[in-house]
């Protein structure tokens, strides 16, 4: 089966250098498996009817995780997406996603508590 992962991030500034660190559930792997580089996204800003593109980021693939780094994260909404394969069944639990500041740690954040996945062959 294929699933769709999203990541919803929101910022109440811009802040340069951040590091999105997204674990996945052991049954999950990425359909695209090559870092590089990932596109430029359109999105809504804050004034109503004006929209603007979100920068590129790079995206480095890992065995647990895959890592997303961009140079200016946008205020307001951002949403990362990622296609995934689910490669058996079983019962699984995911560490939950990190967004931090490289540059400043102090400025993190963690999503919620990490959801069970079910599935099945």
Same mark, same amino acid.
């Given at each position: 089966?294929?699933?769709?992962?999203?990541?919803? +991030?929101?910022?109440?500034?811009?802040?340069?250098?951040? #590091? *999105?660190?997204? !674990?996945? =559930?052991? &049954?999950?792997? $990425?359909?695209?498996? +090559?870092?590089?580089?990932?596109?430029?996204?359109?999105? #809504? *800003?804050?004034? !109503?009817? =004006?929209? &603007?593109?979100? $920068?590129?980021?790079?995206?480095?693939?890992?065995?647990?995780?895959?890592?997303?780094?961009?140079?200016?994260?946008?205020?307001?909404?951002?949403?990362?997406?990622?296609?995934?394969?689910?490669?058996?069944?079983?019962?699984?639990?995911?560490?939950?996603?990190?967004?931090?500041?490289?540059?400043?740690?102090?400025?993190?954040?963690?999503?919620?508590?990490?959801?069970?996945?079910?599935?099945?062959?």
């Amino acid at each position: 089966d294929k699933v769709m992962a999203v990541y919803d +991030l929101w910022s109440e500034e811009n802040r340069s250098f951040v #590091r *999105l660190a997204a !674990p996945r =559930y052991a &049954a999950m792997r $990425p359909l695209d498996q +090559l870092s590089g580089a990932s596109g430029l996204v359109l999105r #809504r *800003l804050s004034v !109503p009817g =004006y929209m &603007a593109f979100s $920068p590129y980021s790079y995206r480095e693939v890992k065995a647990d995780r895959c890592n997303w780094y961009f140079d200016v994260l946008a205020e307001e909404k951002t949403r990362i997406t990622e296609a995934m394969v689910v490669t058996q069944a079983g019962e699984f639990v995911s560490p939950v996603a990190e967004l931090e500041c490289m540059y400043a740690p102090h400025y993190r954040a963690n999503a919620g508590s990490a959801a069970r996945m079910y599935a099945e062959p």
